[in-house]
């Protein structure tokens, strides 16, 4: 059974740093691209993050970009978000998401999301 | 950046009933475009990828249609379950914009 789990969330003020991570487990981690997506309180979904199967390749949202960093490590089956330079518009729930491919590309399976609260 | 624009943003329905979301692109995107659906408190569901094949395990009441710019989510006879927010998401380009989503409510 694929599974995603995200932890690392809590409260942080802002100009803070957090780190997020992702564990995999259920599926072959290092033949999948992954993402990171939010969801800000009652809002709609924020595509964040990708990153290739092998690490090389990244692509951010304008909104990260130069504060948040995504990187994985396929010896641990995990994917990371380290996070800086927080502000109170980056509260939101986190999602880790797998990238797949038939035909087009999609999220076929998101971890349950964990919370940052950025705020003093 | 490629803008994905959902209609209605909200909607009311009756158990039963037969519902169309919408979703348009800002450019045409092909057929890299799919639906979420999502409920409250929980994580985004896949449901449609490639614009309209149907993700293994969901209900054939959900359809997709559409290719370039206009896609649609029609969901045959709404049941109980069903009312939730649905998401488009294309995967043409990134960043990997998503529509703004849609309510979809008990009446």
Redesign the interface.
């Known amino acids: 059974e694929v599974q995603l789990v995200e932890s690392g969330g809590g409260l942080v003020q802002p100009g803070g740093s957090l780190r997020l991570s992702c564990a995999a487990s259920g599926f072959t981690f290092t033949s999948y691209s992954m ?1 990171w ?1 939010r969801q800000a309180p009652g809002k ?4 964040l993050s ?1 990153i290739s199967s092998s690490g090389t390749t990244m ?1 951010y ?2 909104s990260v970009k130069g504060r948040f960093t995504i990187s994985r490590d396929n010896a641990k089956n995990s994917l990371f978000l380290q996070m800086s330079s927080l502000r109170a518009e980056d509260t939101a729930v986190y ?1 880790c ?1 797998r990238w797949d491919y ?7 399976y ?4 964990t919370l940052v609260t950025v705020s003093s | 950046d490629i803008q994905m624009t959902q209609s209605p943003s909200s909607l009311s329905a009756s158990v039963g009933d037969r519902v169309t979301i919408t979703c348009r692109a800002s450019q045409s995107i092909r057929n890299y475009l799919s639906w979420y659906q999502q409920k409250p408190g929980k994580a985004p569901k896949l449901l449609i990828y490639a614009a309209s094949i149907l993700q293994s395990g969901v209900p054939s009441t959900f359809s997709a249609s559409g290719s370039g710019t206009d896609f649609t989510l029609t969901i045959s006879s709404l049941q109980p379950e069903d009312f939730a927010t649905y998401y488009c998401q294309q995967s043409f380009s990134t960043p990997y914009t998503f529509g703004q989503g849609t309510k979809l409510e008990i009446k």
């Open positions: 993402h997506v709609g979904l924020e595509w990708y692509y949202a304008d999602y998401a038939r035909i087009s590309w999609f999220n076929d998101w971890g349950q999301g």
